[in-house]
């Protein structure tokens, strides 16, 4: 249009733009670039420009109407439309605090320098290839020097702005240091386009047989070359392994799927693979949730077990391996199943691996996954009801939950089985949260899904089925023992909103339980002031009295064995007594601050607990003893000696 002055040639220039934004993010940046290049024409051709200026607006006109339905989206759920691109900006670059925003674009910029020729590694480039082979980039730097020498003139100065633009997406999206390869496919054209203008630069001074000799040399070169590293070095580590880009195992599960007539078990973690469910629709079209599917089987059945559970997953979020979920392909349809109980679940894969089982094999003869017989009337599922009715708002209805652990160590997950119900069809697609909660309040790990791992959104959902949603909610390796709470609830996947409960208006969340997270290893304590005192449940084993710069408090660390596990919540109470035995200051606390109170103490359990209490002047007797904060009640000593203990050491404050 701009070369040309034809109408139609800017109409159609603004609809290859508007089209473009539907592709990749990176398309953002094209706007950028023409307004770049009108920038160029208005120095170096400003009557050019005057004369182009309508048809200009005409294509940023067309191209903004065609885009109009993706850009009112991103603006009403920009969460949405950038939450992928808040993930992987600069900021998130693990070097950004320690060298900044500046060291890491330089960084970027020079890591996208060597990609031209030098060594481009990436995710999806395990070859480090460069972008041009070693004469074409020789090629290219002599194209680079023959465009700057005419970058007045727009012919070739286009390909310089373009490169330079095209590079921001990736240098914005500095969370890695190698320029990733979608990031940056705006830089191709006009990079091969500088390649070529070198080339013709280097014929032109070439007599011409000789042009069409070197013009041979050079595309054989690079035809033989780059045909060795497809059909040699990259067709090699294909063949080496299944590498995960390469889908082969999925394929070959969901290809083997849809051809197979028999009721089929498949790991959730597997289904939800998008090539397996894609190729599976082949057979069974409709997801569906039945709990009662089970009973109407026949006697045998095949379940799916892949040779490697714990392969990487590269769409949507990850997922660790649920051995306990599955789902059932039966006929033409996929029936999400209740989990199976735990135990059960773990020892499934080696009890039906005593069958012989079919293998399936991928496109390279490789057995990736294999089949086994099994009588369905053997599998123990979770069916725990607790019979709740919480709604969130007039749309979903969490029926049942059950934490399927109430002890776990850090590094465990701790598995949470929810059932949901739906009032009415709804279009809106709704994420479920689970949060583990310190007893501060405080999130310690989430595990937010779309049910089924993605595979079952709730749009998908029929009124009057019951949806099992199996989560498995971990647990940081470095979180505190102590007592923790799982909090559920539902958002919109779009804008983030929450539900709220119908009968609670503005709150979003409900508290299905507690968990206790117990200390990895059994930690020894040395108190160094031995001293017994048994309560109805616990006993004293001895205390610590430690200083501190302030000279009236004092830092008492007391240490407990629990007899038998409690259900009850007991608060310490501390009083320091004068000569006259009146209290002069107490610090009844629960135990740890609140963090590991008594109902979570294991029989046996050793449990050091430190608390602070400030004294005037004097010298004071520590009296120590539990009661239930809700009752007012005390334990009373075993030996029926009272419900108190005085601490041996006595305090001195100066």
């Known amino acids: 249009g701009w070369q040309s002055g034809r109408t139609l040639d800017f109409l159609i220039a603004g609809i290859v733009l508007g089209i473009s934004i539907y592709t990749y993010l990176s398309a953002f940046t094209l706007p950028l670039l023409l307004v770049a290049l009108i920038a160029h024409q208005i120095i170096f051709a400003r009557r050019l420009a005057i004369v182009c200026a309508r048809g200009a607006a005409l294509t940023f006109a ?40 500046v060291g890491v674009l330089a960084l970027k910029l020079f890591s996208q320098m060597k990609l031209f020729g030098i060594e481009w590694e990436g995710q999806y480039n395990p070859l480090a290839q460069p972008l041009l082979d070693p004469l074409w980039f020789a090629l290219f730097g002599i194209g680079l020097l023959a465009c700057l020498s005419r970058v007045r003139d727009f012919r070739f100065a286009w390909a310089l702005i373009a490169i330079a633009v095209m590079l921001l997406p990736d240098m914005i999206g500095g969370n890695e240091l190698f320029p990733q390869e979608l990031r940056v ?108 599917i089970i009973s109407k089987l026949p006697d045998s059945v095949l379940i799916l077990f892949p040779e490697i559970a714990q392969r990487p997953r590269f769409e949507g979020r990850i997922y660790a391996n649920d051995p306990a979920a599955f789902v059932l392909i039966h006929q033409d349809s996929v029936y999400v199943l209740p989990p199976l109980e735990e135990q059960f679940a773990a020892g499934l894969r080696s009890r039906v691996q005593n069958n012989m089982g079919e293998p399936i094999r991928n496109s390279i003869g490789e057995i990736v996954a294999r089949a086994y017989p099994l009588d369905p009337r053997l599998l ?15 749309t979903l209805t969490l029926s049942d939950f059950s934490i399927n652990a109430n002890r776990v160590q850090p590094g465990e997950p701790i598995p949470l089985t929810l059932w949901w119900s739906l009032a009415r069809k709804s279009a809106k697609d709704y994420t479920i ?17 779309i049910p089924a791992l993605g595979a079952f959104p709730t749009f998908l959902w ?22 923790y709470w799982i909090e559920v609830g539902l958002y919109n996947s779009l804008d983030q909103t929450r539900l709220d409960l119908l009968d609670l208006p503005g709150e979003s969340r409900v ?83 609140g963090n590991y109170p008594t109902s979570i103490w ?8 430190e608390f602070s209490i400030t004294l005037p002047p004097g010298k004071f007797n520590l009296v120590i003893g539990w009661y239930d904060l809700n009752t007012g009640a005390r334990l009373g000593r075993r030996d029926a000696s009272g419900d108190s203990i005085i601490l041996d050491t006595a305090l001195e404050s100066r």
């Open 511 to 593: 508290i299905v339980g507690a968990v206790k997270i117990a200390p990895r290893q059994a930690v020894v304590y040395n108190p160094a002031h031995l001293q017994r005192g048994e309560f109805d449940s616990l006993g004293l084993i001895g205390y610590d009295v430690m200083s501190t710069p302030n000279p009236h408090e004092f830092r008492v660390a007391t240490y407990w064995q629990a007899r038998a596990a409690m259900p009850t919540d007991y608060s310490l109470f501390v009083h320091a007594l004068d000569a006259r035995g009146e209290i002069i200051a107490q610090a009844d606390h629960q135990p740890q601050s």
């Open 380 to 394: 123990q599922f979770s069916t725990r009801s607790l019979n709740h009715a919480i709604k969130f708002e007039d």
């Open 185 to 292: 496919i705006g830089i191709i054209p006009p990079t091969l386009f500088v390649a070529a203008i070198g080339a013709t630069t280097v014929f032109n001074r070439i007599q011409r047989p000789g042009q069409i000799f070197l013009a041979v040399v050079f595309l054989a070169f690079s035809g033989v070359r780059a045909a060795g590293a497809y059909f040699n070095e990259w067709a090699s580590l294909a063949r080496k392994a299944d590498h995960p880009d390469f889908n082969l195992t999925e394929v070959a599960e969901g290809k083997w799927i849809a051809q197979t007539n028999a009721p089929l078990l498949v790991p959730l973690n597997e289904y939800a693979r998008q090539p397996v469910r894609f190729l599976t629709a082949a057979r069974a079209k409709r997801l569906r949730a039945d709990a009662e």
């Open 433 to 449: 949260f689970v949060h583990l909660l310190s007893f501060r309040g405080e999130v310690v790990s989430s595990a937010d899904v």
């Open 602 to 609: 294991d029989a046996g359990e050793i449990v050091r607990d």
């Open 62 to 101: 067309t191209g903004l109407a065609v885009a109009a339905p993706l850009l009112v989206f991103e603006i009403s759920y920009p969460y949405a439309a950038f939450f992928r691109a808040s993930q992987v900006t600069l900021f998130q670059h693990p070097d950004f605090e320690r060298i900044g925003a």
């Open 462 to 483: 029929q009124p009057g089925e019951r949806v099992p949603t199996h989560h498995q909610l971990p647990v940081p390796l470095r979180t505190p023992p102590g007592k």
